[in-house]
């Protein structure tokens, strides 16, 4: 079972911002389960935060910007990219400034920050991760850009980038597992190309920007005076160029860009605001596709409040009906659970097939069979049921009975032929024997009913 995790304690970190010039000040705090990540802007009268998911995007030049109301920050995507590395769910961040700090230009000053202070799992919150069922892609014709993302049982990254340039070859990135991350990707620098420079800052960006946090690229020449000119602009100091290459530094990479664009790509689509269990394929990636890729998949989720659970037949139960039948009394027909496929703390998965055979569809309806929807019910609860009863020393002694029923919606129906599988989950901790709990009932990946009931756990006569 894979559970929620937040910061151990908070860190703090000082530095100027890249677009503003601002020296800012940004705190990382735990934060309680289901919290998610959220930014405080603390300089702003009240306080106001912002989550930190794509719906909020309104602009990627040369950023990720999240904008509600007044309220706006900028340069997010490398501290994004470090929370997610660490797999942290829940987070409060603190920020006196429209923009995180630059730093060194990487995700490497939050990834170690992070590292240092630990990051600790939290009891009974279990982690929700966006399991890619089928390929999810977005492209921009302008630019090329493409960004795809498939099915896999884990989280990996590919990542082609090229420019075009003389001095920059076309470079590949990939990352097989996110342990890898701190090592291969976290300190993978911010870039940009001399011709931009003048550009960027007639849109008033880039004015914290030095050789210090940034890969200076110098791939068209130009007469001296005119690199002089920018470094004054920028107020710094004035450097001699006399051929192309990078300015003032070395790569640590001979892939950096790449690398630093992979690390752009994970902080912006870890704005889904899950983990991602899938394969990602980014060709010529930027903030605006990823971003809209983030928000393509943001609407995806919007449509159910969860995801189907993945339900692969050839994979044994961990419940078949013969141990059901140990626990619970039902039998034909009103036995409404053929097997269970995952069971955990505070959540299982059941499955129900649904077959012409049915006795109910004599009358319900034999010219339209119809599965009722309070046999659906019946058979969430006694999903429910197996949940509560597994916790138990001694399941066979006790049973479960129906105290309420509550927001019951019937959503689409349910025919002979139909795989129904239930997730059920504890809404609250069991107090004296009384369970509350919510359910969902999918059929092809989509809910068909769920409800909300109240069960009490009673020892056997």
């Not at 505070?346 to 009722?372: C, L, Q, W, Y």
Request: with cysteine; aromatic share 6%; charged share 25%.
């Amino acid at each position: 079972m894979s559970l929620q995790k937040t910061l151990n304690s908070s860190f703090e970190l000082k530095g100027k911002g890249l677009h503003t010039g601002l020296e800012i000040h940004i705190k990382f705090l735990p934060a309680e389960a289901n919290h998610g990540i959220r930014i405080k802007r603390v300089d702003l009268e009240g306080q106001p935060d912002i989550p930190a998911l794509a719906d909020y995007v309104t602009s990627t030049n040369r950023g990720t910007i999240l904008k509600r109301g007044e309220l706006q920050i900028g340069t997010i995507e490398h501290a994004m990219a470090a929370l997610y590395a660490h797999e942290i769910d829940n987070c409060l961040i603190e920020v006196d400034s429209p923009e995180f700090p630059i730093l060194d230009g990487s995700a490497k000053p939050f990834y170690d920050a992070i590292t240092q202070v630990g990051v600790i799992e939290q009891e009974k919150t279990e982690k929700d991760v966006y399991i890619v069922r089928q390929k999810i892609e977005f492209s921009d014709a302008e630019s090329g850009a493409k960004i795809m993302i498939l099915p896999d049982d884990q989280f990996s990254i590919d990542v082609y980038v090229d420019y075009k340039s003389s001095v920059v070859a076309p470079q590949y990135a990939s990352l097989d597992s996110l342990s890898d991350f701190g090592k291969e990707i976290a300190d993978a620098r911010t870039f940009v190309f001399v011709r931009e420079i003048e550009p960027l800052l007639s849109m008033n960006l880039i004015k914290g920007g030095d050789l210090e946090n940034a890969i200076v690229i110098y791939d068209k020449e130009m007469p001296q005076e005119k690199l002089f000119k920018l470094a004054d602009l920028m107020n710094q100091p004035r450097v001699e160029v006399d051929e192309l290459g990078i300015i003032g530094t070395e790569l640590r990479y001979n892939n950096e860009l790449a690398r630093h664009k992979m690390l752009d790509v994970i902080g912006d689509l870890s704005l889904i605001g899950k983990q991602i269990q899938g394969k990602i394929i980014a060709k010529y990636p930027g903030h605006k596709v990823n971003t809209a890729l983030a928000k393509k998949i943001r609407q995806e989720l919007k449509k159910q409040e969860i995801q189907a659970p993945a339900y692969d037949d050839s994979i044994p139960p961990v419940l078949d009906t013969n141990a059901i039948r140990t626990m619970l009394p039902h039998r034909w027909p009103i036995q409404m659970v053929d097997k269970v496929i995952d069971i955990r703390e505070r959540s299982i998965v059941g499955v129900k097939n649904i077959t012409a055979n049915e006795t109910i569809f004599m009358g319900h309806f034999p010219d339209e069979p119809v599965m009722p929807g309070v046999l659906l019910i019946e058979a969430m609860a006694q999903t429910g049921g197996l949940l509560v009863l597994h916790q138990l020393e001694d399941p066979e002694l006790y049973s479960t009975y129906f105290l309420k029923i509550d927001n019951v919606k019937f959503r689409q129906k349910v025919v002979p032929g139909d795989t129904v599988i239930f997730h059920v989950s504890l809404m609250d901790e069991i107090r004296r024997g009384v369970a509350t709990m919510k359910g969902y009932a999918f059929v092809g990946g989509v809910i068909t009913t769920e409800a909300e009931f109240m069960a009490q756990i009673v020892k056997n006569k």
